[in-house]
């Protein structure tokens, strides 16, 4: 079974503190994705990488930087948490770019940023 | 432009047949994607169609027509347990999932 995991299922921060959310997969696959879920909303994809140390922009990158230094880790990181980025942060990751694959969900992280 | 929309709520009764619509716009359209999401949890793969036609699993199965941009998630024998949120989503080759919002089901007995 493919496992990912991520490093808190709830984290409380303070306004312009910087987070680290960490993200990481056991079946060796090559991407990786990070989401965030709001109400009305739905999944909304921050940043996601092809390989360690790529990473692509998604739809809404702004205030999130990303770093994959191992195949298996991909940390999404908020440099200065604002309010408005208090949310469900879903972590995902899919064996292979190079053909369409099923995407793998971990538990997710909610986050209240105060 | 991308779009994805699918209903915001649905509501059946155990034992009924629900059908979930969804319908898409993208380009590079690779494929469509059903995710079920209870509340609280991960996402979980449901099916996955890359031709026009029928897929059936069990109680479930998915439609999808590429030239209409339409697909839906049928669902047979509901029960209280299939109460959750139904993610469409489009897949754009090279890049990633769009998903849609979300469509909220829930059974009651």
């Known amino acids: 079974d493919v496992k990912v995991t991520q490093s808190s299922r709830y984290l409380v921060k303070r306004t312009g503190e910087k987070v680290f959310l960490e993200c990481v997969q056991d079946?060796?696959?090559?991407?990786m994705f990070w989401y965030r879920q709001d109400p009305g909303l739905g999944l909304r994809l921050i940043y996601f990488?092809?390989?360690?140390?790529?990473?692509e922009k998604g739809d809404i990158p702004e205030g999130y930087s990303v770093s994959r230094e191992k195949k298996e880790r991909f940390s999404l990181i908020l440099e200065s948490a604002s309010t408005n980025q208090t949310s469900m942060y879903l972590c995902?990751?899919?064996?292979?770019?190079?053909?369409?694959?099923?995407?793998?969900f971990g538990p997710g992280t909610r986050l209240l940023v105060l | 432009g991308q779009n994805i929309d699918q209903p915001t709520e649905m509501t059946a009764t155990e034992g009924a047949i629900v059908q979930i619509n969804c319908t898409y716009q993208?380009?590079?359209?690779?494929?469509l994607f059903w995710y079920q999401q209870h509340a609280g949890e991960a996402p979980t793969f449901l099916s996955y169609?890359?031709?026009?036609g029928l897929e059936e699993k069990g109680r479930f199965s998915s439609f999808l027509s590429r030239s209409k941009g339409y697909s839906y998630l049928l669902l047979k024998e509901l029960q209280m347990k299939d109460s959750a949120s139904y993610l469409c989503?489009?897949?754009?080759?090279?890049?990633?999932?769009?998903f849609g919002k979300g469509t909220t089901l829930s059974v009651s007995s």
């Open positions: 995902a990751s899919s064996r292979t770019a190079s053909r369409v694959e099923t995407q793998y």
């Open positions: 993208t380009s590079g359209f690779n494929g």
């Open positions: 169609n890359v031709l026009d």
């Open positions: 079946m060796d696959h090559e991407n």
């Open positions: 990488s092809y390989d360690v140390k790529m990473k």
């Open positions: 989503a489009a897949y754009q080759a090279g890049t990633a999932l769009i």
